[in-house]
């Protein structure tokens, strides 16, 4: 969304342009208009959903704001669960192509030969922020932000799924989710 609000060349793209450019942290209130003008698009009026977003308490409020002004019913917010452990092995797991950039996984999507890149037989790195410190470091930071937004939501608005399962389980489980949602709310 920020490249694309980027390319639009609007007021709120040249601000996503410079974070872009600088790799800056993104404020709230950049993040919040940025949605705001999205899901005010044609492609949005039957429903949306929005990964990662909102991140924070102060994003939620903000967000529910805009629901209600336009009308709109309480979301339903997806809890994604994978404990701390299992994402830790899934992310240290990762392995990075230093020519071409492609992504492995040593456990879930290893290269034919170990350590190795299919595409060009480049030695694979692990990127700076997949060691494990640093993992741990964004899962605390995540714990403080984002747990929060879990309480602030309350039970009858979040949905847990299990996030341990097999891709094509995941999917399925967000999509039940998904459409009880707009049974829910009698669209779609
Ligand atoms: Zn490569």
Known sequence: MFRAECK?????????????AKGALVGDDLVNGIVANRIARPDCANGFLLDGYPRTVPQAIYFSAVLRERDLPVPVVIHLDVPDEALVSRLTARRQ?????????????????????DRDGAALITREDDREEVIR????AYDELTGPILKWYGPSVVRTVDGTRSADDVARAVARVAMEATSLVGVG
């Open 8 to 20: 639009a060349g609007t007021e709120l793209g040249k601000a996503a342009c410079e974070i872009l």
């Open 97 to 117: 192509c230093p020519d071409c950039g492609h992504i492995y996984n040593a456990l879930l999507q290893p290269p034919q030969i170990t350590g190795l890149c």
């Open 137 to 140: 470091r964004r899962l605390r």
